[in-house]
């Protein structure tokens, strides 16, 4: 056994010996003397690169080159640094050392600190380096051109010993800052407890396992977000190629919020000058939604509890570093799935402007879900009040413009605002600050709806145009969900409504630069058309029998008089200016009563003002209606008003129009006295008229079952 023991004895004499000579040689070669050509580097691109102290080296665990107390800044402020580190050490290779050559094999970072910022007028202090280096570059190529060319013999090198070659196997980053600073936009970000580590990025070798962990905070952010990535990354000879297999990120947020994202595939160039050709493939999940929402500083929250709990996506990704393609796309947002596609197109000029795409098809999607609760509704007073007192908003039309984008969607049902909507179809495109609405389809409560337009954002102000129409639509719907009101109803009040099947078109255009501009400069005019719609709370049937039972001395026919009148081959124009609707020419048919008016409504007062004009045209006005005995009175419009308030309109809203109604009394006093007393009619009618004038008020005050008046004296 002695033999043992001398044999551990020479080997540990030949350990301490081989160990004494490699310490030996290090203190010898003097790594200092590559200092001052490394600052000299770096400042003939523009940076200040301060290294504290002496460049030593480093025996243990492994052979490296220490430098402490690093700074780099820009050359023209040396003083403000953009990276700091406390300790930066360089692991070399112990066999080029033999040949007085420095391999670096691995590299510390200790406590590395980076300070970015942007100043008041949008400069941020790492452009002052790029400066630099491209005007670095410039000049070089003009020195280059002006220079007359040489003929150059090849020289036989002599070998030569020394230098500094990189050959990286590992990467370690320990405790690192990265903070971003935007003092014009008055928001800072940081990312703290940077640890990185990376094995074997030797380009043409071996995948190497690359890990990044760190805390992501900023102005927006109420806590901060954790960041944990984990890959295998292969780097191509020549550094033109990336393989990822794969990277897997995870955050974690506030309020249990979670992402998961992984990416697999390769990023490559077939020359050093060609551009970065992209496969990938996406596969990223987050829950809850509503988590990220409150990480990120938001207060929005959906009224269904069901809603924003989880997001998929998966997609291939390809093209290049100008030009991606997300084909095929599937998102699923909570139960509601999507297929499509979505693309992107750098600027490739100072003229171009980016460019977005996105197609996407699904099922049945509920976007009341997905708005925010409902709150309560203020008195009417109040209401008005805080409408009135409403401050316009400015439109973003700087933001609107600089980029292009298409979008194209549809959906099998979708249900908004209490609509219900049957494959919806949108088609916009945006061209620089130009949206076109080439198409906006949908099933409509029954009827089809069909629209298109743009909206052109390109100037001061902007300008927009719609035009398209709804047939065979239910409006009583449309009425429901445009107008809808929680407002308590008094017992004698009830809601003008309309119901049946309608047809409408039309064409509006507006200007402005805020939004209350646009609502005032609305210009807009509809065709209003149907078969078959009920008028409710009014019934003009009544109120025709009314005033016949009055002049012809008969009683109002004894039946239940519906509060609600149905108007046959409705017509009529809408002209809207503004907060201000006027109807013209309305035309229709009710029973064997034929009407006439216009009138107006007020969007901004609420109320509405109609003079109508109601026609016999036979001796009954309906079936079981009232008769008409006298010829005059057929075909003869008996004038009524509609006035009132949207909440006051009750069973006195539509009365004789006091305003045509001295016309009608002076027609039909003329007519007897002309029979009754020849030359002196002018005098008897004037006699006559404000007697009988005193009779038809209030004549639609009476009650259903009134027995008409007694016949007014002569």
Not at 140 to 152: A, G, N, R, V, W
Not at 233 to 238: R, S, Y
Not at 397 to 404: A, C, D, K, V
Request: glycine residues 8%.
């Amino acid at each position: 056994m002695a033999w043992i023991k001398r044999g551990l004895i020479t080997l540990v004499v030949l350990f301490l010996l081989f160990a004494g000579v490699i310490a030996w040689f290090l203190f010898s070669l003097d790594a200092n003397q590559y200092k001052s050509r490394i600052v000299q580097l770096a400042a003939d691109q523009g940076i200040a690169l301060t290294l504290d102290g002496d460049i030593g080296w480093q025996l243990w665990p492994n052979i490296a080159l220490k430098l402490e107390g690093v700074k780099v800044a820009p050359l023209a402020l040396p003083s403000e640094s953009l990276l700091e580190a406390d300790k930066m050490a360089v692991g070399v290779a112990l066999m080029p050392l033999l040949d007085k050559r420095v391999e670096a094999k691995e590299i510390v970072l200790l406590a590395p600190r980076v300070e970015l910022t942007v100043d008041q007028n949008g400069k941020g202090n790492w452009e002052l380096i790029t400066d630099a280096i491209e005007a670095k570059a410039k000049l070089d190529e003009q020195q280059k051109q002006q220079t007359p060319p040489t003929l150059e013999i090849p020289k036989e090198e002599a070998p030569t010993s020394g230098g500094l070659e990189l050959a990286l196997e590992k990467l370690r980053l320990e405790d690192g800052v990265l903070r971003y600073t935007d003092k014009q936009a008055g928001s800072e970000y940081a990312i703290s407890q940077l640890h990185i580590s990376a094995d074997n990025l030797v380009p043409g070798g071996k995948p190497g396992d690359v890990r990044l962990r760190a805390a992501l905070a900023g102005s927006g952010f109420p806590e901060p977000v954790n960041l944990d990535i984990h890959s295998n990354l292969a780097i191509d000879e020549g550094l033109n190629g990336l393989r990822v297999q794969p990277a897997n990120i995870k955050l974690t947020g506030a309020e249990g919020a979670e992402a998961q994202i992984n990416l697999r595939g390769n990023v490559r160039r077939a020359k050093a000058d060609a551009p970065w050709q992209i496969q990938l493939n996406l596969n990223a999940d987050v829950n809850p939604v509503t988590g990220w929402l409150a990480a990120v500083g938001s207060d929005y929250h959906p009224q269904s509890t069901a809603a924003l709990k989880k997001l998929h996506i998966e997609a291939d990704i390809s093209g290049t570093d100008k030009q991606m393609f997300l084909e095929p796309l599937q998102l699923a947002l909570d139960d509601n799935n999507f297929t499509g596609s979505a693309s992107f197109q750098a600027a490739t000029n100072a003229k171009d402007v980016p460019s977005v795409s996105l197609s996407l098809k699904g099922g049945e999607l509920n976007v009341d879900d997905y708005l925010p609760p409902p709150v309560d509704t203020p008195e009417q007073s109040e209401l008005s009040a805080d409408v009135a007192a409403a401050q316009p908003v400015p439109l973003p039309l700087e933001s609107m413009r600089g980029f292009n984008a298409k979008l194209d969607l549809t959906l099998d049902k979708l249900h908004a605002m209490d609509f219900d909507i049957d494959k919806p179809q949108l088609a916009v495109n945006v061209n620089n600050g130009l949206y076109q609405l080439n198409k906006l389809a949908a099933g409509l409560y029954g009827g089809e709806l069909n629209s298109t337009g743009v909206f052109n954002a390109r100037g001061d102000s902007a300008r927009g145009e719609l035009s398209g129409g709804l047939t065979g639509v239910e409006i009583s719907k449309v009425q429901e969900a445009l107008f809808a009101s929680d407002e308590p109803q008094a017992a004698d009040q009830k809601r003008v409504t309309l119901s049946g099947k309608t047809n409408l078109t039309w064409v509006a255009q507006t200007t402005g630069a805020d939004t209350l501009a646009l609502q005032k400069n609305l210009r807009a005019a509809v065709q209003l058309n149907a078969a078959e719609l009920a008028l409710a709370p009014f019934n003009l049937e009544k109120g025709m029998c009314q005033l016949v039972s009055y002049a012809e001395k008969t009683p109002l026919p004894e039946k239940e008089w519906p509060a609600q009148t149905r108007l046959q081959d409705l017509r009529a124009s809408v002209n809207l200016n503004g907060d201000v609707a006027k109807v013209e020419g309305i035309n229709a048919g009710i029973e064997n009563i034929a009407l006439t008016g216009d009138g107006t409504v007020d969007l901004e007062q609420q109320n509405f003002d109609f003079a109508l004009g109601l026609a016999l045209v036979g001796e009954k006005t309906s079936g079981n209606g009232c008769s008409v005995q006298n010829d005059r009175w057929r075909n003869r419009p008996l004038p009524l008003r509609c006035n009132a308030s949207f909440n006051e309109v009750g069973a006195t809203t539509c009365k004789p129009d006091s305003r045509r109604l001295d016309d009608l009394i002076r027609d039909e006093l003329k007519y007897k006295a002309e029979k009754k007393y020849g030359e002196k009619v002018e005098k008897k009618t004037e006699e006559l008229k404000d007697k009988l004038k005193d009779r038809f008020k209030g004549l639609f005050n009476r009650g259903d079952k009134e027995e008409s008046a007694p016949e007014p004296t002569p």
